[in-house]
């Protein structure tokens, strides 16, 4: 509480102490920055509505006329539970595989784990936990599979596309269930059968679930983990309301069986790729939860948000200090979706919902629209007044203060007072993150994996496509400045 109090009074005497001459002198670009602010205020407030309806009002009416349609049709399906297992301490795997097999002994109709490994040590720990589950569930064993696909450690998506072979193999039902579970991630107990009631309607393709987080590392990097996924919470609230999340997380998604077997898509998370004007072929080292996106985004199946079973992520920090290791998953996750938001826009609006095309066109104008306003304060401090900057610092304290209460109700629990201040971070740094990769979308790298796309010897082709892309990022900041500037009356 004492530091919420001195937040506000730092916030308020920042405010005061600016002479109100000085406010005259920098209106043009404080006018500049509230019409960018609007605008984002104005987006981030219809999705806050749309969160709050889907959450108190659409959501508890879909999950019950799904569950009166599965009961209707008196079958019980079986569920397929997907786990790749790789450089994963043995202590945070044991608990992973103790909630997968817990929920497979739960389910109704049954479950058969399919786990890919590279090491045979984790073979032998997932026997050991299926066999300790099993003694809490007698009767119980015949209802439970388990296959282990030994793979060579050539990534992720040659692990996934093994396994959904080896899944097709066992001929799953129509109806029937796959799910995506990441070697960190502990799925809830009763994941299959508060799941599986929802793929009777016969246009669903996916389904995700809310995330949690059991972060280890400093208390920035714990808060900041927090604050995401509270965020991720209203944003996927938002996007279920219109039928069409923005990704199905790689931590813990649920497919439909017949449709994650397809050919199609198996070749697609296997070897998915974009033809870029500039430079060339790329071919997609991360991201497999974008391609699996995309490949049903592109097919229309709706893909929908279960804000009531939780996913807990167990997070391990990359690098020592905090702003090293947010920027390092800020370039994977980034890059993900910049490498896929291309074609997504390029998909009819009719087809994936106009609400949804216009979300993911927002994720690309959000990178320039959150630098803009920076970038017009710190013009402004040099060749206006420095005044201007207390009054910015207060806006943007008032705001993200603002922004995280209303978040947080969404949790229904109060924030620490570090959250304003990673709220900040997250969006401008966010936003230069975004637009390094923006021109550099051949850049890939894995967290726990020493391969990158980008590893070997250096041809005089990819150098002068290196150099193609510095001179791009440049001028597009350029003409960014160039831009505020002359909004803003400076110049």
Not at 18 to 41: D, K, M, Q
Not at 82 to 89: E, G, H, P
Not at 222 to 242: K, P, Y
Not at 328 to 333: D, F, I, K
Request: net charge positive.
């Amino acid at each position: 509480m004492l530091a919420h109090v001195i937040y506000i009074l730092s916030m308020t005497i920042l405010a005061l102490s600016v002479p109100h001459p000085t406010v005259s002198a920098v209106s043009g670009t404080l006018i500049t920055v509230g019409l960018i602010g609007a605008w984002r205020y104005a987006w981030a407030g219809i999705n806050l509505a749309r969160a709050a309806y889907f959450l108190n009002f659409a959501y508890p009416r879909r999950r019950h006329l799904a569950a009166e349609a599965y009961t209707a049709r008196g079958l019980k399906d079986h569920a397929y539970f997907l786990v790749t297992t790789y450089k994963i301490a043995p202590e945070i795997s044991t608990r992973v595989y103790r909630s997968i097999f817990e929920a497979a002994f739960r389910a109704t109709g049954g479950a058969t784990i399919v786990a890919s490994i590279v090491d045979e040590a984790d073979a032998r720990l997932i026997r050991r936990v299926m066999a300790s589950v099993a003694l809490h569930h007698p009767g119980r064993e015949a209802m439970v599979g388990l296959k282990i696909d030994k793979i060579a450690g050539t990534g992720k998506r040659d692990a996934l596309a093994t396994s959904l072979r080896s899944i097709a193999r066992l001929n799953p039902g129509r109806n029937d269930i796959v799910v995506f579970v990441d070697g960190d991630s502990c799925v809830p107990h009763d994941v299959v059968d508060r799941s599986i009631p929802f793929f009777t309607d016969p246009s669903v393709g996916a389904v995700t679930t809310d995330e949690l987080s059991d972060t280890q590392g400093g208390k920035l990097f714990r808060d900041w983990f927090d604050l995401r996924f509270s965020q991720r919470h209203v944003m996927m609230s938002s996007m279920s309301l219109g039928g069409r999340v923005l990704t199905l997380t790689g931590r813990m998604s649920i497919f439909r069986a017949s449709l994650a077997t397809d050919p199609g898509f198996v070749d697609l998370v296997r070897n998915d790729f974009i033809d870029h004007w500039r430079l060339g072929r790329v071919h997609f080292l991360t991201g497999d939860d974008k391609s699996t996106w995309y490949w049903l985004l592109q097919r229309g199946y709706k893909m929908l948000y279960l804000p009531d079973l939780c996913t807990l992520s167990i997070e391990t920090q990359p690098k020592d200090g905090f702003f090293e290791s947010a920027t390092t998953l800020m370039t994977r996750w980034f890059g993900n979706m910049l490498r896929t938001n291309a074609r997504a826009l390029a998909l009819p609006a009719s087809r994936i919902g106009y609400f949804t095309w216009w979300s993911i066109l927002d994720q690309a104008l959000s990178i320039w629209t959150t630098l803009a306003g920076p970038a017009s304060i710190l013009l402004a401090a040099f060749f206006v007044s420095p005044w201007i900057l207390p009054i910015y610092l207060a806006w943007v304290m008032f705001t993200r203060y603002l922004f995280c209460t209303v978040i947080m109700t969404f949790r229904g629990k109060s924030f620490p007072i570090t959250y304003p201040f990673l709220l900040y971070f997250s969006q401008v740094g966010g936003a230069i993150v975004k637009s390094f990769i923006l021109f550099r979308l051949d850049r890939q790298r894995w967290t726990r994996q020493s391969g990158s796309g980008s590893a070997r010897a250096i041809p005089l082709g990819q150098r002068w496509r290196a150099m193609s892309s510095t001179y791009m990022h440049c001028l597009a900041l350029g003409w960014l400045i160039l831009g505020v500037a002359y909004v803003g009356n400076i110049i």
